[in-house]
């Protein structure tokens, strides 16, 4: 069975960084895609960042600023957070899509889900 297991959320000052780490179990994840989605209170949820296995994809809105990437060897897919904005505020969750699959802006693209972690950014 698949397990995604977010970490590295928390509470920042706007302009900080944070780190992100989403460790998957049950599965080699080589060439599957993998994505990071966010959901702020009373929104619905939203792609933010993905990366398959001939690139990566962004929203418009954290592009220059977040960067994800993946170890495959350690079955482990990060986001790197700069510059965060107070509209940056909600719970992260990975998400992992097919083998060999591209990038999605879809959540019902994506089989397995990981339980979120809070990102808060204090303005």
């Known amino acids: 069975q698949v397990q995604l297991v977010e970490s590295g959320g928390g509470l920042v000052q706007a302009g900080g960084s944070l780190r992100l780490s989403c460790a998957a179990s049950?599965?080699?994840?080589?060439?599957?895609?993998l994505a990071w989605f966010r959901q702020a209170p009373g929104k619905e949820r939203e792609f933010v960042a993905g990366?398959?296995?001939?690139?990566?994809d962004y929203r418009d809105s954290v592009k220059g600023r977040f960067t994800v990437s993946r170890d495959d060897a350690k079955n482990t897919v990060f986001l790197q957070m700069n510059s965060l904005k107070s509209e940056d505020t909600a719970v992260y969750y990975c998400?992992?899509?097919?083998?060999?699959?591209?990038?999605?802006?879809?959540?019902?693209?994506?089989?397995?889900w990981g339980s979120g972690t809070q990102v808060t950014v204090s303005s």
């Open positions: 049950g599965r080699p994840f080589s060439r599957h895609v």
């Open positions: 998400a992992l899509g097919g083998y060999f699959a591209s990038n999605s802006h879809r959540a019902t693209d994506y089989a397995y």
């Open positions: 990366i398959d296995w001939s690139g990566t």
